[in-house]
């Protein structure tokens, strides 16, 4: 079992070394697979290091909403064991859903128009319903690539004698969002942070990118302030790491 606290943590960044022997930059592996819930309309497992997620999609009916009666529905759950979940602020899982959340809408990525089946009585919702399996940071980075991964892999639903059922036809997807989060300890930058490397933390940014230019969601996290003039360099760093994330739906 790994100890360290994060004055040691701060100690070995600034000296450009980690307590695992990555680079800064460096993500730990990144391994998985896709459709392991087979009652599920997509699926993902996914694993950066010894943080375990897995993501499952299902389709509901509802009613449009007033203000977008032409449009289907998203919703992101996060599911977790509390033993999993202990040594965490206990509103994180609130946040890491609602940022989740708003990568993958604010990507566009989904055309939430073509799940409505009447505007204004009836529509098809998505339920991106995410599971963490075990914790060792890095969450958000984990669930944004399995999420997406499931949703490459969705079809669309179609409704018989008011039943929802499955088609062949693959979901038409206008983007791929991929979330790099960029941390300063020590005022050195790195990437993936594991869970003890976390508490050390001055800031982390979450960044969704949909190309290297091209960012349509961010969050900050942690207390410590970010220099206007360091904001460039966390992008160009942001920038690198999405292509290098992207290989995981090659």
Do not use: H
């Amino acid at each position: 079992m790994r100890i360290a606290s994060p004055e040691l943590i701060k100690d070995l960044v600034s000296k450009n070394e980690r307590i695992d022997s990555r680079k800064m930059l460096e993500y730990r592996k990144i391994s998985g697979g896709i459709n392991p819930i087979s009652k599920a309309e997509g699926s993902c497992y996914l694993s950066i290091g010894e943080t375990k997620v897995l993501v499952g999609i299902k389709f509901g009916l509802m009613k449009p909403y007033p203000d977008t009666p032409d449009e289907g529905g998203m919703m992101v759950s996060l599911n977790y064991n509390p033993v999993v979940w202990k040594d965490l602020p206990p509103n994180m899982d609130i946040e890491v859903s609602r940022v989740l959340d708003r990568s993958i809408r604010e990507s566009k990525m989904i055309d939430l128009k073509e799940f409505c089946i009447t505007p204004e009585e009836q529509a098809f919702q998505i339920f991106i319903d995410c599971y963490v399996l075990n914790y060792d940071g890095n969450l958000l980075d984990a669930l944004n690539l399995a999420a997406v991964k499931a949703l490459l892999n969705m079809k669309m639903p179609e409704l018989e004698n008011n039943k929802i059922v499955i088609s062949d036809r693959k979901i038409n997807l206008r983007s791929i969002p991929v979330v790099v989060t960029i941390s300063s300890i020590n005022n050195k930058y790195v990437v993936d942070l594991n869970s003890l490397e976390e508490k050390a933390a001055d800031f982390s940014v979450s960044i969704s990118y949909l190309d290297e230019k091209t960012i349509c969601a961010m969050q900050k996290t942690g207390t410590g302030g970010i220099p206007m003039k360091e904001l460039q360099k966390i992008f160009e760093i942001g920038a690198e790491k999405q292509k290098e994330l992207r290989m995981v739906f090659k």
